[in-house]
Structures are given as structure tokens and as C-alpha cells.
């Protein structure tokens, strides 16, 4: 059997998270008992929500155990096989982890699902074509649920989920306003993901106020539905701009993980605009799925959804590429080859 | 014809309203035109709503004007016809302002709503079978939707919109608790209104977590649905007890009215617990008002629903009493009678 490299968390963060948090071992894989897979990982998809499972707190999801293999999104090969479910060469999303190889039981229903080889590359099922634009797509079509002419805006514009939320909304005849850090992230919104126009928060150096007039100046008609997938400043900011009978998507609130709260300014707002703020993680919305799948890969094979990838290569390098996303040094997907 | 009292609102408050921010003057009624009907009022509704009207800034309704009648819910009886849909002696509800008298073009739709000489007393139609009542229902019935076995909550529980709340709650088999302020309110909640308890607010002090503590005590399992009428630290207490897919309906936020923003302390809660939270108003849902009059009314005449009245005498009073509901010095639905 080969062998395996893996990372663990080895002990939780106080504060900001560090690479000490994380170890890397080198395993055995096991002999496969009938039933299982042994599937070599192409892919690990490096996301946020990670950041809140190191920690011991309450949050919507058990946190990470210590000592054990980080866990995250793969797409890979099927490798060896006692399985009648899946042959030697299929390929197979999942969630196997900060690993080279996971053992799977193949009769769990939800553990895998194959993707076809064909006009969608194999990383895209992490990304675009995966959990990311799936969540754009429940935050957008069940939450949102904008109509043509409408405006939409969505913070960390330039990122996995920013990008198919915008060929949504675009596919769905809406303005659609980015938020991001940095002028190259804003110029690649707008120049490659379709944006109308995306606003570099930084240039506003955490100023509510001066945020909010860059948003009316690119929202002239207001904003009808937001996704926020930071928290903050921003989202107060955005809230200031909003149209009567708005919906927020409350998808991720990154700024907060490292344990301070971060108060909304104005919940009055809520009140005053009518609005409908609403919190979801996409794993409980599997009904979604199919029909997300199926747009976002025909968005992709189309070219019409074409998210850039931030690759470290090894799994080795997991655990910085993981940290400098969480500081937003990421450009698009943040993704690890392992092979 | 008769004389008019009325109330008008002078000057606009500077931080918190007082009483040299009205003005009582007598007009005469003036003759009818064809069409028209007058109503003699018998009673008026004093709501927080108004205060937000008093101010010029942004908020979901137009500001009072100055200089003219402060506007408000009344119950009142036609005194002089001149049109075929109203009699001398039917009884009305409209919003006929701070006055003893309107005037009103019978033939506009929605100014006035028959109600009958019945079981339900007159001025239960300002409040439990009037705004206040369909406002609770509204946000249980549409957005809370509990389940039997469900617990529920509401602040200023022992308010119009709070003991509607509890009656319809308990139709539906839930838990309801309250919060009020003072043990008198409490007392009464929990011995009249059918609240399974009510939590004294001002025992906690403004603070968070002695309140959440008592609401884990009176919610062992949890809140699956609030109403809130207040905001502030109360609203943050709340949050800290709900459970996943919590529901909230913002119908008030009257600790901000005085100009200070009230933040949210946490609202990554709303992410981690998947919650909904939707402000709203009644009138832009009049399509619920007939089953929830409907309802109300039920429960009014057969005694499930006994709300207390807080009954100021004489148009001269309705400024103090307004001011005094302001500061949580009633005790239910705050009513002054004109007759």
C-alpha cells in the first residue's frame, strides 16, 4: 500500500491561527475491507469555514479533533477498489481531507460522488462546480431570489463563491456590485468574472461612511440582496444602502473567528428597510444540488464562469496556503495539488 | 357643528420627546361634503410607532408633518352622513388622529372598517382585534410559524402586541415567554395572559448574560422563535438562547428612537444558529388582516384573550400618556377616551 501524508491539528489556536497549530505525519494506508475505496486525492480545497472547526467553541458544526486529520474537500481517482459501486480510474469528490489517499467506505451514502471527465476541469468540483458555487447558488436563488433589474452586491467578490454568484446573477439579468480587497482582486472582477463594478474596500480604511458612498455611487437604484461572506464594517456598510424589503444571505463572518465579537451597527435598519437577514450553511440544503450542479457546469463548459485558482503544490505547503488565505492573500479558489 | 380638540405636533423632539413637542387647539368640524361622514371618536390609540413619526429622518413611514393633527387608530361612531355606505350610529375604526372628531371621504377604500355592537368591547379594536393583535399575528403566524411543543418569546410582554401574542402562541400549543419590566407587568403576564413565565428585564441591569441566564431557565429547550419589540441588550440576551432556525421578528426598536444607534453585539449568532431575522410592518400585509381579525376576535369573545387597558381621559391627556407609554409607565394597550 502507498503511503500517506497527512496533517493534523495539533492543538488549537489562541488567537489568530498559526502553522504550529499543525502537524504533518506520514501513515501506512490501510488494507481496504470489501466495501471500500482507496482514493488518491488530485485536489484539496482549502476553505474558511475551517478556521471556526480548530476552534473549541459553539459553532454550527463539531469542532476539528485534535490529533486527527484535518478535514476538507477533495476531488481524486479511484486507485484500488472492493467496491462493486466504483471502478480503478473513476473520479470522485468528497471530503477526504488534508491527505494524499483516504479510505472510503463506498456503501455510506454522501461519502462520494463521481464527476465525468469532460469540458469541466477536475478542480472545478472544489470550486465553482462544488461547495463554493453551490452556496453562492442557495444564497442567491433561495435566499435573495432577485428579480432582473435588481442589484446585488457580495463581499469577498473576488473569491470562489464571488465568482459564480456573479454568473448567476448576471444569468439572471441583475446588476451585480463587488466588494473586495485590493485593486488587482476589483480589476479581475470586473474585467473576468463580470462584475458591473467591484469596490476595493480597502481604499476605504474601515470608514462605514465612506464605504457607503462608494456603494451609492456604484448602487445608484439601491441594493435589493446582499451575500456577505465577511462581516464587519462591510456588511454595516451595505446595510446603509439597502432598498426596502432587501435580503442578506449571511454566509461567512471570517473577521470574527479569532474570537472578538463584532457588533452590527444599526440593526434598526432590519426594521426600518424591512428587510430579511437569514443565516445558512449549504450542507443542510442538499435538496439544492442537483439543480445548482447543473447550472454552475454549464456555466463553466460554457466559459461564461471561468474562476481564477490560487494551486500551492504539495501537501506540505496546506497549512501557509491555508493561513494566507484566512489574511486574503488567496486570488480566487484557494486549491492544493497533490499529485 | 361641534367643536374639535385636537392635538398637532408643534416642533420636532431634540433626543427624547416631550410634551412642549405638541400643541392642543380647537377648530370646528367643517361641513360635510357629499360623501363624507363624521366620526365622533370614543377612542384613541396611543402606539410607539408615533414617536418614529415625530422625527424627519428616514424610517419606513412618511414623518408627521408639523402643524398638522398628530396622526393615530380610533374607534368611533358616525355622528353626520352624507353617504349611503355609513349610517348615524355605526360603529368605525380609522385613523382618525389625535382628535375628537374627523372628517372622512367614505367613499376612499380602506379609511374606515365596520365593526358590530357585540361581545368584543369598542376599544379592543385598537388593540387586540385592531393593529396591535394582527401586528402579533403576523409575526407568529407568518414569520415564526412554530410548531406545537415549540418555545417562543416576546418582549414587552405585557403590552397589546405581547398578550396577543401569548393567546395565539398557546392556540398552537407552544411555550411562550415573556419579558417585561417590573414584577407587576410579570405578575400579570404569567396570572392573566397565559404566559408560562415572564422574566423581569429589570432585574438583569443591562446585563447580557445574567438575562440569557434566565432565559435558559424558563426555555430549557431553547427559543425557537422571538418577537422582539424593544432591541437593544434585551435582543442580544435573546440570541444568545435561541436555537438553530431561530426565527425573529423585528416589529420594534424603540430604545433607538432617540437618535442613538443600538448595536447588535453578535450577529455571526444569526450564521451559527441559521436564524432568520425579518423586520416588517402590518399595514403592508393587509391580505392577513381578515384571518387574523378573525381569530382575535374569537379569542376576545370567548375570554382566551383578556388584554389590560391603560385608559387616559380626554384628548388633553393624550401627550403625557403618549410620553409615559414611551417609558414603559402603562400598563397594556395605552387608550385615551374622548367621550
Redesign the interface.
Known amino acids: 500500500m502507498p503511503s500517506n501524508r497527512q496533517i493534523l491539528l495539533d492543538n488549537r489556536p489562541q488567537g489568530e491561527a498559526t502553522a504550529s497549530n499543525f502537524k504533518l505525519v506520514t501513515s501506512p494506508t490501510p488494507e481496504l475491507q470489501d466495501g471500500q475505496v482507496l482514493v488518491r486525492h488530485h485536489y484539496l480545497s482549502l476553505d474558511p469555514y475551517m478556521r471556526g472547526r480548530m476552534n473549541d467553541s459553539?459553532?454550527?458544526a463539531a469542532s476539528q479533533p485534535l490529533g486527527e486529520v484535518m478535514i476538507g474537500g477533495t476531488v481524486g481517482e479511484i486507485v484500488q477498489s472492493r467496491s462493486d459501486k466504483y471502478a480503478v480510474g473513476d473520479l470522485v469528490v468528497g471530503m477526504g481531507g488534508w491527505q494524499e489517499y483516504s479510505v472510503v467506505d463506498a456503501g455510506q451514502s454522501g461519502m462520494l460522488r463521481k464527476v465525468p471527465a469532460g469540458p469541466v476541469p477536475l478542480s472545478a468540483y472544489l470550486g465553482a462546480v462544488g461547495m463554493p458555487g453551490v452556496t453562492a447558488y442557495y444564497g442567491l436563488v433561495h435566499i435573495i431570489d432577485p428579480k432582473p433589474g435588481q442589484t446585488v452586491t457580495v463581499t469577498a467578490a473576488s473569491g470562489a463563491v464571488g465568482s459564480a454568484y456573479a454568473a448567476l446573477a448576471k444569468a439572471r439579468g441583475c446588476r451585480v456590485v463587488g466588494i473586495a480587497g485590493g485593486p488587482d482582486k476589483c480589476r479581475y472582477a470586473e474585467q473576468e468574472l463580470g462584475f458591473d463594478v467591484c469596490i476595493d474596500y480597502r481604499a476605504h480604511n474601515q470608514d462605514v461612511r465612506s464605504l457607503a458612498k462608494a456603494l451609492k455611487d456604484a448602487c445608484p437604484d439601491g441594493i435589493d440582496g446582499h451575500f456577505e461572506n465577511v462581516?464587519g464594517w462591510i456588511?454595516d456598510a451595505v446595510m446603509l444602502r439597502t432598498n426596502?424589503f432587501a435580503r442578506i444571505a449571511?454566509?461567512?463572518?471570517i473577521a470574527?473567528y479569532d474570537g472578538q465579537?463584532?457588533?452590527?451597527?444599526?440593526?434598526?435598519l432590519?426594521?426600518?428597510?424591512?428587510?430579511?437577514?437569514?443565516?445558512?450553511?449549504v450542507s443542510?440544503h442538499m435538496h439544492v444540488w442537483p439543480a445548482a450542479l447543473k447550472e454552475l457546469g454549464e456555466l463553466v463548459a460554457s466559459g461564461k464562469l471561468r474562476p481564477r485558482e490560487s494551486i500551492a503544490q504539495g501537501i506540505e505547503a496546506a497549512p501557509e496556503a491555508f493561513l494566507g488565505m484566512l489574511r486574503g492573500k488567496n486570488f480566487g479558489k484557494q486549491l492544493v495539488k497533490l499529485i
Do not use: D, H, Q, T
Not at 465579537?261 to 434598526?268: E, I, S, V
Open positions: 459553539k459553532s454550527y462581516g456588511l426596502a449571511l454566509c461567512g463572518m470574527g465579537p463584532l457588533p452590527m451597527l444599526n440593526p434598526a432590519i426594521l426600518v428597510n424591512r428587510m430579511r437577514v437569514e443565516g445558512f450553511i443542510e
